[in-house]
């Protein structure tokens, strides 16, 4: 069975553009998370979506949003792109969506590597 | 609010030697923690979890963990270091408050083994 996958998994952009990173999740999976990992850090959650809406967001500008299609597949649109917007973005998919003390296990596909220049 | 904080950016041991990776957490409620690894050019890949069910929790390659409460502590141990256990670690909690299946992650600590 085909994990998650991401696309493209690098790309390059300048200051001021825009970016659109894609993600499908295992299938049969309905809810996918976003992580913005940055060059030495630890994974910082973005969003996460379930049945098409949004159920999570993090500590993230509104330059940042996300859409989740009847497929289950999701992209993640970056507006304005600064020098610190260069990370790996990983996507992560889960069966369910869950909150509190229930648990269901993430997978992470490989990422896409953002460079802005 | 949950954290984690790993001590130790970097630790090297040599194969054979034991891997010990330190992490300390800090939760309001009793947390869910969880060890991910994660290979270069790679996602990551969950080792292991604690849900509140055994404090020694075991995981894939041989990797496990013990839950201590009184030390807040999560430390993922091996007994006996391979050169493909070399990567990335990341201890990291769940966020019991949000709405969402809202991860934390540590910093991380890399993983180098000697030959």
Request: proline share 5%.
């Amino acid at each position: 069975d085909a994990g998650v996958t991401q696309s493209p998994t690098h790309l390059i952009k300048t200051r001021g553009q825009q970016v659109t990173l894609r993600c499908s999740p295992i299938s049969g999976h309905k809810s996918v998370s976003w992580y913005q990992q940055v060059l030495g850090q630890g994974p910082q959650f973005i969003f996460q979506y379930y049945e098409k809406e949004e159920r999570g967001r993090g500590n993230f500008p509104d330059r940042f949003s996300a859409r989740q299609f009847p497929n289950y597949s999701s992209e993640l649109n970056v507006n304005a792109l600064l020098l610190g917007d260069s990370a790996l973005y990983l996507c992560a998919s889960s069966s369910d969506w869950t909150s509190g003390r229930a648990y269901n296990e993430q997978f992470f596909g490989p990422g896409t590597r953002l460079t802005v220049l | 609010a949950q954290s984690v904080t790993q001590l130790g950016s970097h630790v090297s041991v040599s194969e054979g030697a034991l891997v010990l990776l330190r992490c300390n957490y800090s939760s309001s409620v009793p947390p869910y923690l969880f060890w991910y690894v994660q290979y270069p050019n790679q996602g990551l890949q969950l080792l292991l979890k604690y849900t509140s069910a055994a404090t020694l929790v075991k995981g894939i390659n041989g990797f496990e963990a013990e839950f201590k409460k009184s030390e807040t502590s999560f430390h993922l141990t091996k007994p006996s270091a391979h050169m493909s256990d070399a990567a990335e670690y990341f201890c990291a909690v769940r966020d019991p408050y949000s709405s969402a299946s809202k991860i934390i992650f540590g910093s991380g600590t890399r993983l180098s083994i000697r030959p």
